[in-house]
């Protein structure tokens, strides 16, 4: 009797280590990983007074070159600069993670701006 209640103890850890080797969570935390490291860099970037003088002169590749300092090299992105409506990307691939960044108005412009990065993985 004994001899059963081991094996089925041992049946169930190797069932539950197949499951979790089968089904790991790995990459749903690289698009939470990749999705907090695109904010975070638009947030330092925001700090330094960077991200709001380049969304106001909607120059997106300055945006996108100083990303590039925070984000992997293997990932490719794309910027968007909105004032009310962003415009819907034409995307190949499908798994990509959208990232929205608010910036209030300047003294001399008082319009709200939005920065999206769409991150392609």
Request: with cysteine.
């Amino acid at each position: 009797m004994a001899l059963y209640v081991g094996e089925a103890i041992v049946a169930i850890f190797l069932i539950v280590m197949f499951l979790l080797l089968v089904f790991t969570p790995e990459e749903l935390e690289t698009k939470v990983d990749l999705k907090e490291r695109t904010l975070k860099a638009l947030k330092i970037l925001d700090q330094s007074n960077e991200l709001r003088k380049y969304a106001m002169e909607n120059d997106t590749e300055s945006i996108k070159n100083k990303l590039a300092e925070f984000l992997p090299y293997q990932a490719s992105y794309e910027v968007f600069v909105c004032k009310e409506f962003c415009p819907k990307p034409n995307l190949e691939n499908g798994k990509v993670i959208s990232v929205s960044y608010l910036l209030s108005g300047n003294f001399d412009k008082v319009e709200p701006l939005e920065v999206v990065v769409l991150v392609e993985e």
